[in-house]
């Protein structure tokens, strides 16, 4: 299956994407970086060689090959605005494709979907893909569908129409799509974008405090009310669905 197979995904082909999103998201990429060392060190992988599907600008594998100097990286990423920031991070252990893994018949110990999944048409397919290039999958998933953005009615539009959410996850619907492609959850955690992120405006800082203190009460229930938290998924392929 290649990507363009997952869905129309013409926004990042043409100037839509890199018009509403110039920086590719560049700013986040040591903060995603944490999280997924966190979640693939608590559970002692030691990668020899893993991929990124959809690497954007390149951030987050760059962060990798560093941190795992004698694993071999591979960033994988369509859009040709993006793949020409990511190429100037090449490295000894990293390079880039314009293009997908899904078609190469290349296998790693990791791949990862960083924010990705929720942008295909058809996450079924792209997950079991993931399954079949990979031993063990880290997705970061967005948890866009909560209470709150539903009261609001905009939110969740918004998300479509300026960076190109076609699918609203809650935690359980996350992990029950990964295990319905023959992917066994191995570890998950909520990370908390909306409190990291709040330094970036007044309205965000003022909404962080409270949001983190009713988290620690009870951080299920707040999440599918008021969101503003992803879902770190560590999985590794069944080997019946392989």
């Known amino acids: 299956m290649t990507l363009n197979e997952a869905g129309n995904l013409s926004r990042y082909l043409d100037e839509r994407y890199i018009s509403a999103n110039s920086d590719w998201h560049q700013d986040d990429s040591a903060w995603k970086f944490a999280h997924i060392s966190n979640i693939m060190d608590r559970n002692s992988i030691r990668p020899t060689s893993l991929c990124e599907i959809g690497c954007g ?3 987050i ?9 004698d694993a071999m990286v591979d960033g994988y990423e369509i859009s ?14 990293l390079s880039f494709t314009q293009g997908s893994p899904f078609d190469g018949g ?9 924010d990705v999944i929720e942008h295909v048409e058809d ?8 399954g079949r290039i990979s031993t063990h999958q880290v997705l970061h998933i967005p948890l866009d569908m909560n209470a709150l953005a539903v009261a609001r009615g905009w939110v969740i539009q918004d998300a479509r129409n300026h960076i190109g959410h076609l699918h609203y996850f809650t935690k359980a619907t996350a992990l029950s799509l990964l295990d319905e492609c023959g992917l066994e959850v191995v570890d998950h955690f909520y990370t908390p974008w ?3 992120q709040a330094g970036k405006t007044l309205k965000k800082r003022l909404a962080a405090f409270p949001r983190k ?5 009870a951080p ?7 969101g503003g938290w992803s879902l770190m998924v560590l999985t590794r392929t069944r080997a019946t669905s392989a």
């Open 213 to 217: 203190v009713a988290f620690g009460l």
């Open 194 to 196: 909306a409190i990291d």
């Open 57 to 59: 600008a390149g951030g």
């Open 61 to 69: 594998v760059e962060l990798l090959a560093r941190h795992h100097p």
């Open 106 to 114: 290349r296998r790693y110990d990791v791949s990862m979907a960083i």
């Open 80 to 93: 040709p605005h993006a793949f020409a920031i990511c190429q100037q991070r090449q490295a000894p252990n």
């Open 123 to 130: 996450p079924f397919a792209f997950a079991r893909s993931m």
């Open 220 to 226: 299920d229930a707040i999440v599918r009310l008021v």
